[in-house]
């Protein structure tokens, strides 16, 4: 059975940054990082392919770098400049193909997903 764990997550202030993991799998499968604010749907945030390939909502590229290491079998998502907005529960999430399609956003497209982790930012 596929079992994805995130950690990382904590509490910062305003302008920090944090590293959240999510042990991963063997293969090189589409993986993103979602979030679900208080009071908000759960929206992705990132989407790695297996080649590598990444996708970014808008608001948050430049910010936010999520990456892949095969070899250790981790999701990484690097959250710089965080702001209290992205307060949040965040979660790794797996397909089932190697590639994502421009669908990625949509929640159906993983199969498995994480327990989430709490990032909480405060002004």
């Known amino acids: 059975q596929v079992q994805l764990a995130e950690s990382g997550g904590g509490s910062v202030q305003a302008g920090g940054s944090l590293r959240l993991s999510c042990v991963a799998s063997y293969r090189p499968y589409c993986m993103a990082w979602y979030r679900q604010a208080p009071g908000k749907e759960r929206e992705g945030v990132a989407v790695?392919?297996?080649?590598?390939?990444?996708t970014y909502v808008d608001s948050l590229q430049g910010r936010f770098t999520i990456s892949k290491d095969n070899a250790k079998n981790t999701l990484d998502l690097q959250m710089n400049s965080l702001k209290p907005e992205d307060t949040a529960i965040y979660y790794c999430?797996?397909?089932?193909?190697?590639?994502?399609?421009?669908?990625?956003?949509?929640?159906?497209?993983?199969?498995?997903w994480g327990q989430g982790t709490q990032v909480t930012v405060s002004s």
């Open positions: 999430a797996r397909g089932l193909t190697s590639s994502c399609p421009n669908t990625w956003r949509d929640e159906y497209m993983y199969a498995y």
């Open positions: 790695i392919d297996g080649d590598g390939r990444t």
